[in-house]
C-alpha cells in the first residue's frame, strides 16, 4: 500500500514539472493550438494576436446581414445592427486558455490544444437597443392593421370594400434570429418574423358583383309557354328588389363568407297577389249528344288548369338573382282536365237523355232576352261527374257589362230594381226544373218573393200550377245546387230561342231507371195583389208610361215529389213556397197628366 501511494505521488510531481516548464516555454503567449473565428493565434503574444485578429476581423464593419420579408429586403452591417468586436476580451480569452483552470485542468486544455486544436470564439458586443431600434423603423413599414371585407346595401347601391390581412412584425423573435446569425460571424439572409392575421372575410367582390347585376336591371317574371291571352309579364323594379334582398357573413364549411339572402315574406306576398292572375282551372271538354249516332260531338276543346307554385318560383327567383338573370320563368303545375278532347260517350257512361224540360218568357224586353242568352249559353256541353254536387253559381261565373249581360229588372230585397243580369231567374228556373223532373236531389233552391208571371207560361199560355217551381239565384249569396248521384256522367245541353220566346234544358246521362212524381197540391192561404201602384219616373218623358210589375196574389204552396226505380222508393221531397201578394207598378214621366187613364187607355196596371 504504502509503495502505491509513492509510485501515485512520484506520477503527480513528474506532472506537475511537465506543466510548469510548459508555462515557462510559452510565458508571455498564447498556447499553440489555440485559434479564433479562423485566426491562429498560436505562440503569439496578446499585443501580437490583437493586431492580428483586428486585421482580420472585419466582419462587424464589412460583413452584410440582409433581412427580407417578400421581395422586400434590408441589406446591413452587423454594425449598424449595434455589432462591436471586442479585441481586448477576446485575446484575453484566448490567453487565459489552459492558465485559469487548475493544474490538472489547465494541462488537459493545453494537451487537447496541442494535439487537436481549439477553435474560440471571438468576444462580440450588441448593442440590442440599435437593432431593435432598426427593427421598430421597419416594422412602421410593414405592420397593417386586420380590416374585414363589407358588403351591404344603400337602397339600390351596393357598398363593398375588400379585407385586409392584419400583418405585425414580431421584433422579438426577429431579434433573436439576427443575434443568431451575427454570432456565426458569416454573411446571410434573415427572414423577419412576421405574425398575419386573417380577417372572418378577406374578399367578398364575388358577392358585390352579383349583387350589382341583380340590382342593374328590373326582375321580369314571365309565364313558360305564354298565350296570346295570358296577362303580361310583371315586373319587379330594382328598388323593390333590392328592399327584399338582405347581406350578411354566414359560416359554411368552417369558413365564413358573406351570402345575398332574400326576404321570402314579401316576395311570397307578391307571388299571392300574382297568383289569381295565372290560376287556371282546369277545364272539361265540352260536348252535344248526337241523338241519331248517340256519340258525342266535341264542342269546346278542354283546357289544362295552371297553378302557381309560389315556393318553387320563390326558390327560382332568389338563385336567379345570384346567377345575373333578369328574366326568371314563374314555376307552374299543371292540372289536367278529368275530360279530354277524346272522351266518348261509352267512357262517362252516358247513353242518352234523361231529362228536359221548356220554360217560355212572352213579353220579355230585349235587355232580358240578351241575359237569358248569355247565361243559358254557360252550360252548353258542360258535363257534371258522377256523385259530385252541382253549383250554379260556381259555373255561371261573373255576371257583368264585361261577360255579355244587360241592365234588366231584377227581384233585390223584395222590390224590382234595375240590375246587371235581370233574366237570369229565367235560366236557373229552367235548370231547377230539369233537375226535379230529372229526379236528381236537390240540395239548395231559393223561391222569389213574388209570383213571376213568366215562370207560370206554357207554350200556349198559363198554368198557375206552375207556380212554386220557380227558382232564384243572386250569387254569391242564393245559388241553386242538386247532385248528380248517378254512377255517369251528366251532359247539359241548352237552347235558347228568340222567336218563340223558350230556353229548353236537356240532360244526357246513363238511364238508371228512376222516374219522378212531380205533384203541386195548389195555392193556399191566397192574398190579393192589391189595387195597381203609379209611381214618377225622372229618366221618362212627359206622357210616357209602362208597366214594371205585374200582379200577382200572395199564397202558401207545397210541391211534393217522389223518386222511385223499378217501384221501389228512392227518396221523396216536400217543397213549400211562400209569395208575398205583389200589386202592379206603373212608372211615368214627370208631366204626364192622368197616368190611371192612360195607364188604362194602354191596357198596362189593370
Avoid at 270 to 288: E, G, S, V
Avoid at 440 to 455: G, K, N, S, W
Wanted: aromatic content about 10%; hydrophobic content about 40%.
Amino acid at each position: 500500500m504504502a509503495a502505491l501511494t509513492g509510485g501515485l505521488g512520484l506520477f503527480l510531481l513528474f506532472l506537475g514539472l511537465i506543466a510548469g516548464g510548459y508555462d515557462l516555454l510559452f510565458t508571455g503567449r498564447i498556447f499553440p493550438g489555440i485559434s479564433m473565428a479562423g485566426v491562429d493565434l498560436s505562440s503569439l503574444t496578446p499585443q501580437q494576436a490583437s493586431t492580428a485578429l483586428n486585421q482580420r476581423l472585419t466582419y462587424p464593419t464589412y460583413g452584410q446581414i440582409v433581412l427580407r420579408y417578400g421581395d422586400r429586403i434590408w441589406p446591413l452591417t452587423p454594425g449598424q445592427l449595434g455589432m462591436t468586436f471586442d479585441a481586448g476580451r477576446s485575446v484575453q480569452r484566448a490567453y487565459d486558455l489552459g492558465r485559469q483552470d487548475g493544474p490538472f485542468k489547465s494541462l488537459a486544455s493545453q494537451l487537447n490544444a496541442w494535439q487537436g486544436g481549439l477553435e474560440l470564439s471571438p468576444v462580440i458586443l450588441l448593442d440590442e437597443r440599435v437593432a431593435h431600434g432598426y427593427l421598430q423603423n421597419i416594422a412602421s413599414e410593414i405592420n397593417q392593421p386586420i380590416v374585414e371585407a363589407d358588403l351591404h346595401l344603400n337602397g339600390t347601391q351596393v357598398i363593398y370594400t375588400g379585407g385586409q390581412i392584419g400583418r405585425l412584425l414580431n421584433v422579438d423573435k426577429t431579434l433573436d434570429q439576427i443575434l443568431a446569425q451575427l454570432s456565426s460571424f458569416k454573411d446571410g439572409q434573415v427572414s423577419l418574423v412576421i405574425e398575419e392575421q386573417t380577417p372572418l372575410v378577406l374578399d367578398a367582390s364575388a358577392q358585390a358583383s352579383a349583387l350589382q347585376q341583380a340590382l342593374s336591371a328590373p326582375l321580369t317574371l314571365s309565364i313558360p309557354d305564354a298565350q296570346p291571352d295570358d296577362p303580361a309579364p310583371w315586373t319587379i323594379d330594382a328598388s323593390s328588389l333590392a328592399a327584399m334582398l338582405s347581406v350578411g357573413r354566414v359560416q359554411i364549411d368552417g369558413r365564413w363568407q358573406y351570402q345575398i339572402s332574400m326576404d321570402t315574406q314579401p316576395l311570397e306576398q307578391y307571388l299571392n297577389q300574382i297568383a289569381p292572375k295565372l290560376d287556371r282551372t282546369p277545364q272539361n271538354a265540352r260536348f252535344y249528344f248526337d241523338d241519331p249516332t248517340g256519340q258525342l260531338v266535341l264542342v269546346q276543346n278542354a283546357t289544362i288548369g295552371r297553378s302557381l307554385d309560389i315556393e318553387a318560383t320563390r326558390d327560382a327567383i332568389m338563385k336567379g338573382i345570384l346567377q345575373g338573370q333578369h328574366d326568371i320563368p314563374l314555376v307552374v303545375k299543371q292540372a289536367q282536365p278529368a275530360v279530354p278532347d277524346d272522351a266518348t260517350a261509352e267512357s262517362l257512361g252516358i247513353t242518352g237523355l234523361v231529362s228536359s224540360y221548356t220554360s217560355y218568357f212572352r213579353g220579355s224586353g230585349a235587355p232580358r232576352l240578351q241575359n237569358i242568352k248569355a247565361s243559358s249559353e254557360r252550360f252548353y256541353g258542360l258535363l257534371i261527374p258522377p256523385n259530385a254536387t252541382f253549383s250554379m253559381g260556381d259555373a255561371i261565373g261573373d255576371i257583368s257589362l264585361d261577360n255579355g249581360y244587360a241592365e234588366a229588372l231584377i227581384i233585390y230585397n223584395g222590390k224590382s230594381i234595375t240590375g246587371v243580369g235581370g233574366g237570369v231567374c229565367q235560366v236557373s228556373t229552367t235548370l231547377y226544373r230539369a233537375a226535379l223532373y230529372g229526379g236528381y236531389p236537390i240540395v239548395e233552391r231559393h223561391y222569389h218573393a213574388y209570383r213571376v208571371f213568366y215562370y207560370e207560361q206554357t207554350a200556349n199560355g198559363t198554368d198557375p200550377y206552375l207556380a212554386g217551381l220557380d227558382a232564384t239565384v243572386y250569387f254569391p249569396l242564393v245559388d241553386l245546387k242538386f247532385i248528380n248521384d248517378r254512377p255517369s256522367w251528366l251532359l247539359m245541353e241548352t237552347y235558347f230561342d228568340p222567336v218563340h220566346y223558350s230556353l229548353t234544358w236537356k240532360f244526357y246521362s246513363g238511364d238508371d231507371g228512376r222516374t219522378a212524381d212531380v205533384q203541386n197540391l195548389g195555392l193556399r192561404n191566397v192574398v190579393p195583389a192589391g189595387a195597381p201602384r203609379f209611381e214618377e219616373n225622372p229618366d221618362m218623358a212627359a206622357g210616357q208610361i209602362k208597366q214594371v210589375e205585374w200582379p200577382g196574389d200572395g199564397a202558401d204552396i207545397t210541391v211534393t215529389r217522389v223518386v222511385s226505380r223499378n217501384g221501389q222508393v228512392l227518396f221523396t221531397d216536400s217543397i213549400p213556397t211562400h209569395y208575398e201578394p205583389w200589386q202592379a207598378v206603373c212608372q211615368y214621366g214627370p208631366g204626364t197628366e192622368n197616368p190611371e187613364e192612360l195607364a188604362a187607355q194602354l191596357g198596362l196596371c189593370r
